[in-house]
């Protein structure tokens, strides 16, 4: 067993959006990767869970008694399932951080990866309106020590092309002000460390702002 350890917090503690956000993330960053062979029949069981709970999720959106209890149900599943891919994981790596890392979750300690410069880009898991015009809630998960990082970078483009800078936050959910209202936008954002440490961009993610 690796002596690394996954912070399953990042998950556990999630809200039942942003779990099933994180586990999209884990299924598109590890499914059919050959670095990751030995995960795939755990990673094709996370994918067939993941499916019952965000069906169950929309079922319970007429907040029926028994549909509420089903999703609640589906959703620890759906944790059970994340642990025992996390586990087998650990094991797979091998003392190897990075191989964690790309995979979508964060470790708890930074032992082998040292991020001279760059840190590993971060989950950006959503970005919702809040009802609020021009204002959008942004949630994401380091991957890199919470230690490492100061802040967070956030932009956004009408175009895909030409970036704004929104705001800096230190926080992992937070709500972002002063957007273009009436119109879908894409945004993105990155994790800056101290001195010149920093992520690269999470991918452009379109949504749509009152």
């Known amino acids: 067993m690796s002596s690394i350890k996954i912070a399953r917090q990042d998950y556990r503690r999630a809200t039942q959006t942003d779990l099933s956000a ?19 029949a755990q990673i094709q069981t996370l994918t067939e869970v993941l499916t019952d709970f965000q069906q169950k999720l929309i079922a319970a959106s007429n907040r029926g008694i028994s549909e509420v209890l089903a999703k609640k149900n589906a959703m620890a599943v759906l944790v059970d399932q994340l642990d025992i891919v996390a586990t087998n994981l650990e094991w797979l790596a091998q003392q190897n951080e990075q191989v964690i890392v790309d995979a979508g979750f964060r470790a708890q300690q930074s032992r082998q990866v040292r991020y001279d410069l760059e840190l590993p880009v971060p989950q950006l898991l959503n970005a919702t309106t809040t009802g609020v015009k021009g204002q959008l809630q942004v949630a994401l998960v380091d991957l890199a020590p919470v230690k490492m990082i100061a802040t967070h970078a956030f932009e956004y483009s009408t175009d895909r092309e030409h970036w704004i800078n929104g705001t800096y936050n230190s926080h992992r959910k937070f709500k972002v002000n002063g957007l273009p209202r009436a119109q879908d936008i894409w945004v993105r954002v990155r994790s800056l460390g101290y001195g010149e440490r920093r992520s690269g961009w999470t991918e452009p993610m379109q949504v749509a702002v009152l």
């Open 22 to 40: 994180f586990a999209e993330i884990v299924i598109k960053r590890t499914n059919n990767v050959p670095a990751y062979q030995g995960l795939q």
